[in-house]
């Protein structure tokens, strides 16, 4: 209670108090005028009628104002209860002006100053939200007995339903890396770095938890299933390019050797020493060109000239500029034949392509003295064919056929000066155009590497349609 209440309270006693005298001395006289006909025991019910007279008066005048007083702090604790149960659009409302008028519009600016708090944490907390889950990685808060807090987009669409606010983390995470970390940042409030491998089905995530404020942790687990497997794709490149040019180095190395060490060898010897020198060299030439030119193509500054082409142009401009490396292997290659639609394409990257190719195929062809090369028309795109009569590929090395340094026969391959790019050179540039290419063989019955362009107009066409206005 206020010093002012009290004052007031306390002047309304004494007012109540100077009423009552006031009430008793008027009585009083009136009793003392009718004195001298009364005896003393009259006298003394007259004095006890008129407290009781008075009583009644003042009592009814103090029940009311103690009630209108009751009556505002019941509505003050009313309004305490609501703001404590967090409605904070509660609000005092009164006409008076008096000392508990201010009080009422003091605890008004408080519910007003925390629904304006709680409704900026509110904005923020949503705006938090709305970031994690913009986030590329999963994100997951746990409290400090291990229970979920919250989790974002991510997170929730790689554990499902079974993550949720209040659930334990061990019931929804089974990788023991991930719970490590966070057992690790709960008990020794430090930031635990792991890798977790069975979290999903083929993907490796990086697990970064760190302890919060208010005794819990925050969980980020970021995938690397891509850098890791260009971290992996990159060591296989090493090592083969490696395997690739020590195998040519050393035989050169030891030729030349033998040579330097025999004071006077026989032209015989120097002749056939020397072609083995230069077909090693030759080899490893080779293999510089294709490694330049799968470094170009996989760049991500390699840039196509596309220009409408005759499909019946691509098939005889590259049977006819390796006509003379067919005549030269006793191989005949021959034309399908090819529609005169217009296709979408880069004539100099469709002649590498068309090259690698027939140059594959001259390979597995020897037995057979053929090759053939053609395109058909199909819906919006035309089919390109090159295919050899030789033994054909196993059908468990027809999905990896394309990758770097992959060989069906790495014996064979070596032997006819393969490099193990050619396939791959050609995959990255048909894609490079937005076409499709897959490879159909069966052993002994020759295999056939078909690809695809975008016609001319259909490829123009999506082209206007995906430009914005």
């Known amino acids: 209670m206020t010093p002012k209440v009290f004052t007031k309270l306390l002047g ?29 025991p009259m006298l ?18 103090a029940a009311w104002i103690a009630l209108g007083i009751t009556g505002r702090l019941k509505r003050v604790i009313v309004f305490a209860h609501r703001v404590a149960e967090g409605d904070l659009g509660a609000r005092l409302t009164g006409k008076k002006v008096d000392e508990l008028s201010g009080m009422e519009a003091a605890l008004n600016r408080t519910a007003e100053r925390l629904e304006e708090n709680f409704a900026e944490n509110e904005s923020r907390r949503q ?18 007995q291990g229970n979920v807090l919250w989790s974002n987009s991510v997170m929730q669409r790689m554990a499902g339903s079974l993550i949720h606010p209040g659930r334990p983390l061990v019931h929804s995470v089974r990788d023991p890396e991930v719970l490590a970390c966070v057992r690790g940042a709960l008990a020794r409030r430090e930031v635990c770095v792991g890798r977790a491998s069975t979290l999903a089905q083929g993907r490796i995530f990086e697990v970064n938890a760190a302890p919060l ?52 060898p026989s032209v015989e010897t120097t002749h056939e020493f020397l072609g083995i020198i230069l077909k090693n060299a030759t080899r490893m030439n080779r293999l510089t060109e294709d490694l330049l030119a799968l470094a170009g193509v996989e760049s991500p500054d390699y840039k196509l000239t596309p220009q409408p082409t005759r499909a019946s142009a691509l098939v005889s401009d590259a049977i006819e500029a390796l006509g003379g490396i067919v005549v030269d292997s006793g191989v005949a290659i021959e034309s399908t034949g ?89 995959k990255h540039i048909v894609n490079a155009h937005g076409g499709r290419i897959w490879a159909e063989s069966e052993l002994g019955s020759g295999a056939a590497f078909h690809f695809t362009l975008p016609l001319a107009q259909a490829a123009q066409l999506s082209s206007s349609n995906t430009t914005p206005n």
Not at 127 to 136: H, P, R, W
Not at 339 to 350: E, K, N, S
Not at 355 to 366: M, Q, R, V, W
Not at 373 to 393: C, K, P, Q
């Open 213 to 264: 404020p208010s005794g819990g942790a925050l969980v980020v687990l970021h995938d690397v299933t891509r850098i890791e497997a260009a971290e992996k794709s990159r060591r296989e490149f090493i090592a083969n390019v490696s395997h690739e040019l020590r195998t040519p180095l050393t035989s050169i190395q030891g030729y030349v050797e033998t040579l330097i060490e025999d004071p006077l």
């Open 12 to 40: 309304l006693f004494v007012l109540l108090l100077v009423f009552h005298t006031v009430v008793m001395e008027l009585l009083f006289r009136h009793f003392t005028a009718r004195a001298a006909g009364l005896s003393f």
């Open 127 to 144: 705006e938090l939200a709305a970031m994690l889950d913009s986030m590329q990685e999963a994100v997951v808060a746990v409290t400090a």
């Open 44 to 61: 003394g019910r007259e004095a006890i009628w008129s407290g009781l007279i008075a009583l009644g008066v003042a009592l009814p005048v």
């Open 338 to 426: 090819a529609p005169d639609t217009l296709v979408l394409a880069d004539p100099d990257a469709m002649n590498q392509v068309f090259g690698n190719l027939i140059e594959n195929a001259l390979k597995y062809a020897k037995n057979s003295k053929r090759i053939q090369a053609g395109a058909r028309l199909l819906d919006t795109e035309v089919e390109f064919t090159v295919r050899d009569f030789g033994s054909g590929i196993a059908s468990e090395h027809l999905e990896r056929i394309f990758e770097r340094f992959y060989r069906v026969d790495k014996a064979r391959s070596r032997e006819s000066g393969g490099t193990g790019l050619g396939l791959a050179i050609v």
